[in-house]
C-alpha cells in the first residue's frame, strides 16, 4: 500500500500498533517501518502510533533513530498512550511488577508515566555535544525523526500543547471531542525546540467508491465489524456479502448509524466536499485519511479516487 499511495501522491503513511487482533497485522510498527520505508523513496512513513507504555523509551529512541539514519528526513514517530489492545494482552505486554495481578485491576501506569516517558525519548534523540551519558541511544542521538503526540481527548491535547508536540487527534475515534481538543492545544501550545506553532493533524475514516450506493454498500463490513468488537470479536473483518446478510436489528442500526455518523462515504465529490468541510471546520493542517474494507482493491481505490478528486494525480480520460 506504501509504494501506491506513495504514486498518487500523498504525503505519509503510518501504521498503529495493535494486538490480539486478527483483522489488523500491525504489532511490531518498527518492524513495518523499516519495510515500508525500504521499498518507497519519497513518502515520510511512520507509526501512529507506538504504544509508548508497552515499550521503554530507550528501545523505542533506538528503533526509530536506527530508522531515522537509514531513511534520513523520511521517518515519523508518532506516540500515543492507550492500550491498543485487551487488558489481558495490556497486561502480558508491560511491566513485570504486574504479572500475577488480574487484568481487571492492572493499572494504566501509562496514563500516570506518559509524558515524564515522552520526554525521556525525545531527550535520547535531541543531538548532544561532549561525550555521553549513561544510557543514551545509539543510533539516536541527533537522528531526530518528526514527532507526534497521538490523542483523542482533551488531557493528551493538552499535554501535546504544553510539551509544544505536533498533535494528531483521533477524529474517527472520539469525534464529540474534535473542537475542545483541538482549542484546548492551541491555547496551551508552548514552542519547543520541535515546533515554533500549533500543528494539528485530524484523523478521519474515509471510504470512497465510483457511486455513493456502491460506498454506502461496502461500509456494511464496518457495520458489522462495530458490532463484532462489541461483543470482543476481533476476528477477520466480515465481507460487504456477510453484513448484506445479516439481520440487524433496529437498536443494532441506531447503534451503527451513530458510530459512523462522522466517517465521510460516498462517491468522489462527496468525499471530496466532506473532506473540505472538515478541514475548513478545524482549520488542520493535515488530514491523515484511515479508510477499513475488506477488499484491498476496493481500499486502494478509494485512495485513488480521493487523490484524483483533491488534484494529487492527473484525472483519467474516460
Same mark, same amino acid.
Given at each position: 500500500?506504501?509504494?501506491?499511495? *506513495?504514486? +498518487?501522491?500523498?504525503?505519509?503513511?503510518?501504521?498503529?500498533?495493535?494486538?490480539?487482533?486478527?483483522?489488523?497485522?500491525?504489532?511490531?510498527?518498527?518492524? +513495518?517501518?523499516?519495510?515500508?520505508?525500504?521499498?518507497?523513496?519519497?513518502?515520510?512513513?511512520?507509526?501512529?502510533?507506538?504504544?509508548?507504555?508497552?515499550?521503554?523509551?530507550?528501545?523505542?529512541?533506538?528503533? $526509530?533513530?536506527?530508522?531515522?539514519?537509514?531513511?534520513?528526513?523520511?521517518?515519523?514517530?508518532?506516540?500515543?498512550?492507550?492500550?491498543?489492545?485487551?487488558?489481558?494482552?495490556?497486561?502480558?505486554?508491560?511491566?513485570?511488577?504486574?504479572?500475577?495481578?488480574?487484568?481487571?485491576?492492572?493499572?494504566?501506569?501509562?496514563?500516570?508515566?506518559?509524558?515524564?516517558?515522552?520526554?525521556?525519548?525525545?531527550?535520547?534523540?535531541?543531538?548532544? *555535544?561532549?561525550?555521553?551519558?549513561?544510557?543514551?541511544?545509539?543510533?539516536? @542521538?541527533?537522528?531526530?525523526?518528526?514527532? %507526534? %503526540?497521538?490523542?483523542?481527548?482533551?488531557? @493528551?491535547?493538552?499535554?501535546?500543547?504544553?510539551?509544544?508536540?505536533?498533535?494528531?487527534?483521533?477524529?474517527?475515534?472520539?469525534?464529540?471531542?474534535?473542537?475542545?481538543?483541538?482549542?484546548?492545544?492551541?491555547?496551551? $501550545?508552548?514552542?519547543?525546540?520541535?515546533?515554533?506553532?500549533?500543528?494539528?493533524?485530524?484523523?478521519?475514516?474515509?471510504?470512497?467508491?465510483?457511486?455513493?450506493?456502491?460506498?454506502?454498500?461496502?461500509?456494511?463490513?464496518?457495520?458489522? @465489524?462495530?458490532?463484532?468488537?462489541?461483543?470482543?470479536?476481533?476476528? +477477520?473483518?466480515?465481507?460487504?456479502?456477510?453484513?448484506?446478510?445479516?439481520? $440487524?436489528?433496529?437498536?443494532?442500526?441506531?447503534?451503527?448509524? *451513530?458510530?459512523?455518523?462522522?466517517?465521510?462515504?460516498?462517491?468522489?465529490?462527496?468525499?471530496? *466536499?466532506?473532506?473540505?468541510?472538515?478541514?475548513?471546520?478545524?482549520?488542520?493542517?493535515?488530514?491523515? +485519511?484511515?479508510?477499513?474494507?475488506?477488499?484491498?482493491?476496493?481500499?486502494?481505490?478509494? $485512495?485513488?479516487?480521493?487523490?484524483?478528486? %483533491?488534484?494529487?494525480?492527473?484525472?483519467?480520460?474516460?
Amino acid at each position: 500500500m506504501s509504494r501506491i499511495v *506513495e504514486q +498518487l501522491g500523498y504525503y505519509r503513511h503510518w501504521v498503529g500498533e495493535y494486538h490480539s487482533m486478527s483483522a489488523i497485522a500491525s504489532s511490531a510498527p518498527a518492524v +513495518l517501518v523499516a519495510h515500508l520505508a525500504n521499498v518507497t523513496s519519497t513518502i515520510r512513513i511512520g507509526a501512529g502510533g507506538v504504544i509508548l507504555p508497552n515499550h521503554s523509551p530507550l528501545a523505542v529512541a533506538e528503533q $526509530f533513530g536506527t530508522l531515522e539514519a537509514l531513511h534520513p528526513g523520511r521517518i515519523d514517530l508518532g506516540v500515543g498512550r492507550a492500550r491498543g489492545t485487551d487488558p489481558q494482552t495490556a497486561q502480558a505486554l508491560r511491566r513485570a511488577a504486574d504479572r500475577g495481578v488480574p487484568a481487571r485491576r492492572v493499572p494504566d501506569r501509562g496514563a500516570d508515566t506518559f509524558p515524564d516517558d515522552v520526554t525521556e525519548l525525545i531527550n535520547y534523540l535531541l543531538p548532544r *555535544e561532549g561525550p555521553p551519558s549513561y544510557p543514551f541511544a545509539n543510533p539516536g @542521538s541527533g537522528y531526530l525523526p518528526e514527532v %507526534w %503526540w497521538l490523542g483523542s481527548s482533551t488531557f @493528551s491535547a493538552q499535554l501535546a500543547g504544553m510539551l509544544g508536540l505536533p498533535f494528531s487527534f483521533a477524529y474517527h475515534f472520539a469525534p464529540n471531542l474534535l473542537e475542545p481538543a483541538l482549542s484546548i492545544y492551541r491555547s496551551t $501550545f508552548q514552542p519547543s525546540l520541535l515546533l515554533a506553532k500549533p500543528r494539528v493533524m485530524v484523523a478521519v475514516s474515509v471510504l470512497c467508491a465510483p457511486t455513493t450506493d456502491e460506498a454506502q454498500w461496502l461500509r456494511g463490513s464496518t457495520a458489522l @465489524s462495530i458490532l463484532q468488537r462489541r461483543s470482543g470479536d476481533v476476528g +477477520l473483518f466480515s465481507s460487504p456479502e456477510e453484513a448484506e446478510a445479516y439481520p $440487524f436489528t433496529l437498536e443494532e442500526k441506531t447503534i451503527i448509524d *451513530e458510530a459512523l455518523a462522522t466517517h465521510v462515504i460516498g462517491d468522489p465529490q462527496t468525499v471530496h *466536499e466532506g473532506l473540505d468541510l472538515l478541514q475548513e471546520r478545524t482549520q488542520a493542517d493535515e488530514l491523515m +485519511l484511515s479508510t477499513r474494507t475488506h477488499s484491498y482493491q476496493a481500499r486502494v481505490r478509494s $485512495f485513488t479516487l480521493v487523490a484524483q478528486s %483533491w488534484g494529487l494525480v492527473p484525472l483519467k480520460s474516460s
